[in-house]
């Protein structure tokens, strides 16, 4: 079955809209924290973080993939899975015990065991949510699933908040993370009848798919993760603050929107593999569209984003953050890749992919961390992985496609050589210094947003007009124009 281009579109901006309204919440959460508590506490937890989503992982096995790819799921398929859940999660918390006095010891760092102990607490909430949620996906009923997520992210908020302003150190981060995640599994249940059974009735039809999902999501975790895990061995905590919270900043402007986006791919791709529908070229020009101009307009306006959103104390960040919004940009539209793949039922494709990018990640960036011993060294490796995983990425996909590699590759030049233009006019000819970040940086975003919208259709005229993300947005602003025109 496949979608019309009406819903799509609706759809796709409702899960934008839906994850961007969590991260803005999530970005005032950040901003008070960064203000409240220092670069060692975020760098104490961001170290602790690292062991416990090493754990977490493996609860990550795609039992909500496993059910969108089922055409015509029943009761048994959704007990099934969160029977499943419910073992995995509950061993993990037990897993996660178990690690903390190892983990404390290898980062020399005794504050990490008390933090996992209480993260374990994380594990037990997400055992017992509720599957049923999946529907919304399914269904492509964003608004209710906004709805619950907003409700989660507002209450753990008011709960981080009230722990800053009475701890001031590093467990407000911690409490706040443990609340959110016994939010999300109440209003699982609040926003979803579905009440669960025990029942493993389905578990080979819903592992069979699960497993190589869960290795893409292994995979995904190493590339993730990778980072954090060497610099919490060679620098101090407060450096791997700086890097983590510049990692977080950047992943909000650049990779959350396009986890939202994904969200629609996977079931549009799912439903409509069987008449080979999806337009690989459109799919990748969205992604790239949307992404490139964040990334590079974080890259142009780094000091003064952070200056107006963490603060003065942050600012030797600013370095490491123009490195890390390029990565991560590069990261999200790679990402998507193996998606695509996942959602078209090539899972095993996926998950290789997934593994040579973790393979890469793991061998790159842990030689920089190890000769170069700093940040920047870092973040440049993980740039070199990702960018040459997602050439790859895009091979492959012309390859499925049967298509021209070169063709599908330019789908995703345009809106890079548009932000690179942004980012040079705003970097290089624009002087904007009223001695107040918040001005500079409002006029900035602006004319960067003029400069990229007139550059990519610039580009796609100077092309030919191919088919694409830029024709489906010139046919989207057309139809929204003879709209609002008067007598219409």
């Known amino acids: 079955m496949t979608i019309d281009r009406a819903t799509l579109y609706r759809s796709a901006f409702l899960a934008v809209t839906m994850q961007w309204g969590v991260r803005a919440i999530g970005l005032v959460s950040v901003i008070t924290l960064a203000r409240l508590l220092q670069p060692s506490d975020f760098g104490v937890v961001a170290i602790a973080l690292s062991a416990a989503a090493f754990v977490e992982l493996f609860g990550w096995i795609g039992l909500r993939q496993a059910l969108l790819r089922v055409p015509d799921p029943d009761r ?25 006095p190892l983990a404390a010891s290898f980062y020399k760092i005794p504050a990490v065991t008390g933090i996992l102990c209480v993260m374990s607490l994380r594990m037990v909430a997400l055992a017992v949510s509720n599957i049923g949620i999946v529907d919304f996906e399914r269904d492509m009923t964003f608004g209710r699933d906004m709805a619950m997520r907003l409700g989660v992210r507002v209450a753990s908020l008011l ?27 109440i209003g699982t249940y609040v926003a979803h009848p579905y009440r669960p059974r025990l029942s493993l009735a389905r578990r080979a ?14 995979s995904e975790w190493v590339q993730s993760q990778i980072e954090r895990l060497v610099l919490g061995r060679f620098v101090l ?3 791997v603050g700086l890097y983590s919270v510049s990692k977080d900043l950047s992943s909000i402007f650049t990779q959350e929107i396009a986890t939202a986006l994904n969200r629609v791919t996977f079931v549009t791709v799912a439903r409509s593999e069987a008449n080979g529908s999806t337009n ?19 890259v142009a306006t780094a000091p003064d984003t952070i200056a107006v959103l963490l603060g003065a104390k942050w ?9 890390i919004a390029l990565y991560t940009g590069v990261q999200a539209v790679s990402l998507m890749v193996a998606s695509v793949f996942q959602a078209s039922g090539q899972a095993r494709r996926a998950a290789t992919l997934n593994i040579a990018g973790a393979f890469l990640s793991a061998a790159g960036i842990g030689t920089a961390a190890f000769f170069f011993r700093r940040p920047e060294a870092v973040a440049v490796a993980a740039l070199c992985v990702n960018a040459t995983m997602l050439t790859i990425g895009i091979v492959l996909l012309a390859m499925d496609a049967k298509t021209s590699a070169v063709s599908l590759a330019a789908n995703l ?41 007139t550059s990519l259709f610039f580009l796609w005229f100077a ?3 191919p088919g694409g993300a830029e024709q489906e947005a010139a046919l989207l602003i057309g139809g929204l124009t003879r709209r609002l025109a008067p007598g219409r």
């Not at 029977?83 to 690690?99: D, E, K, S």
């Not at 709960?159 to 599994?185: D, E, P």
């Not at 600012?315 to 490195?323: D, H, K, N, Q, S």
């Not at 980012?423 to 210094?433: D, G, H, K, T």
């Open 76 to 100: 048994s398929h959704y007990d099934t899975a969160w029977t499943i859940q419910l073992i995995l999660f509950m061993l993990l918390a037990v897993a996660m015990l178990a690690i903390a």
């Open 159 to 185: 709960v981080s908040l009230v722990a800053a302003f009475t701890l001031r150190n590093y467990w407000a981060l911690v409490i706040g993370m443990v609340a959110q995640s016994i939010f999300w599994m």
């Open 280 to 298: 690989v070229a459109t799919v990748i020009g969205a992604y790239a569209a949307i992404v490139a101009p964040l990334a590079a307009g974080l």
């Open 315 to 323: 600012l030797p960040a600013a370095p490491l953050m123009r490195i």
């Open 463 to 465: 092309s030919g007009r």
């Open 205 to 218: 039809e819903i592992l069979g798919v699960s497993l190589w999902m869960f290795v893409s999501t292994f």
């Open 237 to 239: 905590p407060a450096t």
């Open 413 to 453: 030049l345009r809106p890079l050589f548009a932000a690179a233009a942004m980012a040079f006019v705003l970097m290089r000819l624009l002087s904007v210094e009223t001695g107040h970040p918040l001005p500079d940086l409002l006029v900035e975003v602006a004319v960067g947003a003029v400069v990229y919208g």
